[in-house]
């Protein structure tokens, strides 16, 4: 223990205070942070686990529960840190083991909980385990916790079967023998240096069991699921009958995705979890095809949380986001888990750049579009979902209004998905672009020095969008999240999964009403049209994403514009 743990004085799995209550997270506001990108304590350019402790304070006080970190573990980074090759170590780029206890214990100091990310679906190429399964060459038995196969055709020269890498390409990659002769294929479902483990070895499984009791024993509260839907595969690994490219992260039912056999795996997991005091959590990204698919992640034996995808990928139009509202809600009531709502992650392209351009083109978006509407929109969405009951993602920088950064020139980029798709997909890396702090120059205050190197280049216009330029300006996205969030933890009632009244509002319009636990409501009204609506002052306005009007007892709420009133 050093001077560093000043800010506590309790281990690391004791709360610190009485927010540290039953089902915490059941509507629990999760920040993720994307460690490369967040705070960059020692100057080389890259996030560090020093970085982000040191901005804990700031998480505090926008008014978060937890905060999820995206992977920090040893690895040679060909997916971001997502090809881990040691489960138990951390990345020296991010820090020590001793930096991830000293974040654990500053954050329960201040009352946060820490979710660290768990990639099982594959390891990297350089895992010990792989690295010797080449080695050894095909009688290797560290080969059966993979998938290696000959191939078909003469020569064994095409790959096992038809599946396609998310990231575009062929599934397969072939070996090369010790002795220099062609060898066996082995499966990603990713880029060739993520190796899908088989989930049918009991090594695999005892070994994933010994690596979440590693980091539990270490204090984290929980554990974000990578790829959660795809660690089992259909038996004899059938072809798909298609060479269309797989959506992203496998969106269809596929005999790579979404399989029933990983449900027991999530029971084996949710008995430790349960092990251990505090209700340490597991949260699911899957991406299946139905809200209903998803429900089942989230069994009362399984998994506390799944991340809501059908939400994060619907348009900004009244009609969709109801119809998904409703869905997820009605998918979720029978398991008893709370919804989860998600508006942006490290994978898509910022919602304030999505709602920038029209709608329907999906994730991943190249084009800027009109920036001053897509901030709106975006204001007005993130107003919206904090006003739904169970929990909220929220991914670093939306608090700042941050657009993607859509120009990007090919040569700072990494994200193989975009060298896989030969630039026609994978835009990640505009989302990927570190934050802006402080000061009027990049990296603005994200490294330590001025004019310091950050991975990925600052637009110039960030210089405004900073968490110094927008402290204390009530009109800034910042001072929005913090209202929000501060509105949310004074009414703790509004957590109740099934506590939503729709109220008829007109064409483009959502209203609703939440009961808070003072026997009054909070009206939520969206304004998903581009032209005002003029709706009855239901009672005392509470936020607003834009200036409103007062119209006698009426209230203009101009286009794109959600505003909160507690009212009765
Ligand atoms: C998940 C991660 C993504 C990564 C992929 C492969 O979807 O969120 O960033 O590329 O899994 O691990």
Redesign the pocket.
């Known amino acids: 223990m050093t001077q560093h743990l000043a800010t506590t004085d309790r281990p690391a799995d004791a709360p610190a205070d009485a927010a540290r209550r039953a089902g915490w997270w059941r509507d629990a506001v999760i920040y993720q942070v994307y460690p490369r990108s967040f705070a960059d304590a020692n100057g080389d350019g890259m996030g560090d686990l020093p970085g982000i402790r040191s901005r804990l304070p700031y998480l505090r006080d926008l008014g978060v529960d937890a905060v999820w970190l995206s992977p920090f573990y040893a690895s040679p980074q060909a997916?971001?840190g997502?090809?881990v090759a040691d489960y138990r170590a951390v990345d020296p780029m991010f820090g020590t083991l001793a930096d991830a206890d000293h974040l654990v214990a500053d954050a329960h100091g201040l009352g946060l909980r820490i979710i660290v990310d768990l990639?099982p679906?594959?390891s990297s190429d350089r895992h010990e385990w792989f690295q010797r399964a080449l080695r050894e060459g095909p009688a290797s038995p560290l080969r059966e916790r993979y998938h290696f196969r000959p191939g078909q055709g003469a020569g064994g020269d095409e790959p096992p079967n038809d599946w396609e890498s998310?990231f575009g390409g062929p599934a397969w990659t072939r070996t090369e023998n010790p002795d220099g002769t062609p060898g066996d294929w082995y499966l990603h479902l990713?880029a060739p240096e993520?190796p899908d483990f088989n989930w049918e070895h009991p090594a695999v499984r005892e070994e994933f069991h010994a690596v979440l009791r590693f980091w539990l024993d270490r204090g984290v509260d929980g554990f974000r699921i990578?790829?959660a839907h795809g660690l089992v595969k259909a038996a004899g690994l059938p072809d798909l009958g298609t060479h269309d490219p797989l959506k992203l992260?496998g969106t269809g039912a596929t005999p790579c995705f979404d399989q029933d056999g990983v449900h027991e795996i999530y029971r084996e997991w949710r008995k430790i979890l349960d092990e251990y005091p505090g209700e340490r959590i597991g949260v699911a990204?899957a991406w299946t095809p139905t809200a209903r698919r998803t429900a089942n992640y989230v069994r009362p034996d399984e998994l506390h949380q799944a991340f809501n995808f059908q939400y994060l990928a619907s348009s900004w139009q009244a009609g969709a986001l109801r119809q998904v509202i409703d869905e997820s809600l009605e998918a979720m009531r029978p398991v008893g888990a709370p919804t989860t709502w998600v508006l942006s992650?490290?994978?898509v392209t910022r919602h304030a750049t999505r709602f920038a351009n029209e709608p329907g083109l999906g994730t991943q978006i190249r084009t800027a579009g009109d920036r001053e509407l897509g901030l709106r929109r975006a204001r007005a969405a993130s107003l919206l979902m904090l006003a739904l009951p169970g929990s909220a993602y929220v991914y670093q920088g939306e608090e700042l209004g941050l657009p993607d950064v859509t120009d990007l020139p090919d040569e700072v980029r990494q994200d193989p998905?975009y060298f896989r798709a030969e630039g026609q997909d994978g835009f990640?890396d505009g989302c990927r672009v570190p934050i802006p702090w402080s000061g009027t120059e990049a990296p603005y205050g994200f490294g330590p020095a001025a004019g310091g190197p950050s991975w990925l280049p600052q637009p110039a216009e960030w210089a405004h969008l900073s968490v110094e330029a927008q402290t204390g300006d009530p009109a800034s996205t910042l001072e929005l999240y913090r209202a929000a969030l501060a509105y949310r933890r004074a009414h703790p009632a509004l957590g109740g999964a099934d506590n939503l009244t729709w109220l008829d509002a007109g064409e483009g319009v959502l209203s609703f009403e939440r009961s808070t636990d003072d026997g009054r409501t909070l009206r939520c009204t969206a304004n998903i049209t581009d032209r005002p609506v003029t709706v009855p002052t239901p009672g005392e306005l509470a936020l607003a994403s834009e200036p409103l009007t007062q119209d006698g007892d009426h209230t203009v709420l101009p286009a794109d514009t959600t505003a909160w009133w507690t009212t009765g």
């Open positions: 997916d971001a997502y090809d990639v679906n594959h998310v990713f993520q990578d790829v992260l990204e992650n490290h994978d998905s990640r």
